[in-house]
């Protein structure tokens, strides 16, 4: 009987991180009710608190990435689940709306985004070159994964114990992943002798020096090509229409309409379930379809949800919304091994450096949109400017995806692939 090669058990591994990474990420979208009615905080503070996390959620990426290469995974992402349980822990003793910006914005936002994505991106390279797309695809769905499990139980806590409750269980999940990056996971398959699944010879890796440099370098030649912004200027839109509207403030808006937050932080988890069946399948898709095509059918289909969504939302769960959740669901973050593998054709080796520097325009674009979505709820009294301006958005991102070009980029050598 043939033995599990190393690299799944890797990926495994690196699932989990990535499920905790998103859960605590998204726990903000559960606390901003909880806090407006404990400290009479607006919904803008609380959302700028929000959109610093989104924000160094995304910036940080692209360094991360760098870091990843100079010190490897194992490393970066065990101090980044220590930064999580600190910002988590920390907040239950909170008395300014500073400090919720100091500890879930700053530390939450720098540790969950040196294990997010980019992350996902850096492994699937050294460890896969067999089933490289389904294993991004997969490792993407772990997102919607920590959503699934993480907001309902955070959101029973914050109405049941209070929100105190909901930031101490982050901080104790992000701790007990801890012991499992540390003995489990591996920097390459080199280091113990293996080769990628798929390789047929190992790859000398040398570490490189100067991390940020790097990153910064990466960013100076890739932002030379139009092909750059199309893929960063769309996944900031995508950005803006998931984490920053939708998972920020979906909760608080169906509370405007009467509905239960323990129900629509359900809808959210629901959101999550079908994420994962779509991620996958996206994963799948991007090792056979052009990612251009995908990337074009996933936006429009996204931005054409959001025009009906203001219609849709009531006291309890209906029909009509419940078919939106399954929709919306299943396109999530499809996009993601779609930019991943375009990111990974047109910029060759530094591919995972590339997707985080388009990651983080996807996190300021939900930074950006998690602080107007608020605003315009404070001074309009509901989010329907913010639903139909983000479903315009996803549309314009289905055209610039249409003008795509793919390029391999390796040893200096740009061969054309499609288009």
Same mark, same amino acid.
């Given at each position: ?10 990926? $495994?591994?690196a699932?989990?991180?990535?499920i ?28 700028? $608190?929000v959109?610093i ?6 910036l940080?990426a ?6 990843? @290469?100079? +010190?490897?995974? =194992?490393?970066?992402?065990a101090?980044a ?6 910002g988590?822990?920390?907040?239950v ?16 936002g ?7 994505l ?6 699937? @390279? =050294?460890?896969? !070159?067999?089933h ?18 993480? #907001?309902?139980?955070?959101a ?11 930031? !101490?269980?982050?901080?104790?999940a ?12 591996? @920097? ?8 990628a ?13 100067g991390?940020?440099?790097? $990153? ?6 890739a ?7 199309y893929?960063?200027v769309g996944f900031a839109?995508?950005g ?7 998972g ?6 169906a ?7 323990t ?6 988890? !629901? ?6 069946a779509?991620?996958? +399948?996206s994963?799948?898709?991007s ?18 949800? #959001?025009?009906?969504?203001p219609?849709?939302?009531?006291a ?13 669901? #299943?396109?999530? !973050? ?15 080796a530094?591919?995972?450096?590339? +997707?985080g ?9 939900a930074?950006v ?7 315009t =709820? @404070?001074? #309009? ?6 639903w139909?301006g ?7 991102a289905?055209?610039m995806?249409s003008?795509?070009?793919?390029r391999v ?11």
């Amino acid at each position: 009987m043939k033995s599990l090669h190393r690299a799944w058990i890797v990926a $495994a591994v690196a699932f989990v991180a990535i499920i905790g990474a998103a859960g605590f990420r998204a726990t903000p979208g559960v606390l901003i009710t909880p806090l407006e009615d404990e400290f009479g905080w607006t919904r803008g503070t609380i959302s700028l $608190a929000v959109s610093i996390n989104l924000m160094l959620y995304g910036l940080c990426a692209p360094f991360a990435a760098a870091l990843m @290469d100079r +010190f490897g995974m =194992r490393r970066v992402v065990a101090c980044a689940l220590l930064l999580v349980a600190t910002g988590s822990g920390l907040t239950v003793f909170m008395t300014a709306s500073w400090q919720l910006i100091a500890l879930w914005g700053v530390l939450v936002g720098l540790g969950t985004g040196s294990m997010a994505l980019v992350f996902a991106a850096t492994l699937t @390279d =050294r460890w896969f !070159v067999r089933h490289r797309g389904l294993v991004t695809g997969v490792l993407t769905a772990g997102g919607a994964t920590g959503q699934l499990i993480f #907001l309902p139980v955070l959101a029973h806590l914050a109405e049941m114990q209070g929100w105190r409750w909901a930031s !101490v269980t982050v901080a104790g999940a992000a701790l007990a992943v801890v012991p499992l990056v540390l003995f489990l996971l591996r @920097d390459t398959p080199e280091e113990i002798g293996l080769t990628a699944l798929g390789a047929t010879e190992p790859v000398v890796r040398t570490p490189a020096k100067g991390a940020a440099a790097r $990153a910064v370098r990466v960013l100076r030649d890739a932002a030379r090509t139009r092909h750059f912004w199309y893929l960063a200027v769309g996944f900031a839109i995508c950005g803006a229409s998931t984490n920053g509207l939708v998972g920020t403030h979906f909760i608080p808006a169906a509370h405007d309409h009467g509905m239960p937050e323990t129900t629509a932080a359900s809808l959210l988890a !629901v959101i999550g379930v079908f994420d994962i069946a779509g991620t996958v +399948f996206s994963g799948w898709l991007s090792d056979r379809v052009d990612p251009r095509l995908l990337l074009v059918v996933y936006y429009a289909l996204r931005g054409l949800s #959001l025009l009906v969504l203001p219609r849709l939302f009531a006291a309890t769960a209906e029909p009509s919304m419940l078919v939106f959740i399954v929709f919306y669901g #299943l396109d999530w !973050v499809a996009t993601v091994p779609p930019t991943v593998a375009l990111c990974r054709r047109i910029f060759g080796a530094d591919g995972a450096v590339v +997707f985080g520097w388009v990651f983080a325009s996807h996190q300021v674009g939900a930074a950006v949109v998690a602080t107007v979505a608020g605003v315009t =709820r @404070d001074h #309009l009294g509901n989010y329907d400017l913010a639903w139909y301006g983000a479903g315009v958005l996803c549309l314009l991102a289905a055209l610039m995806s249409s003008r795509i070009v793919t390029r391999v980029r390796d040893r200096g050598e740009a061969a054309i692939l499609v288009g």
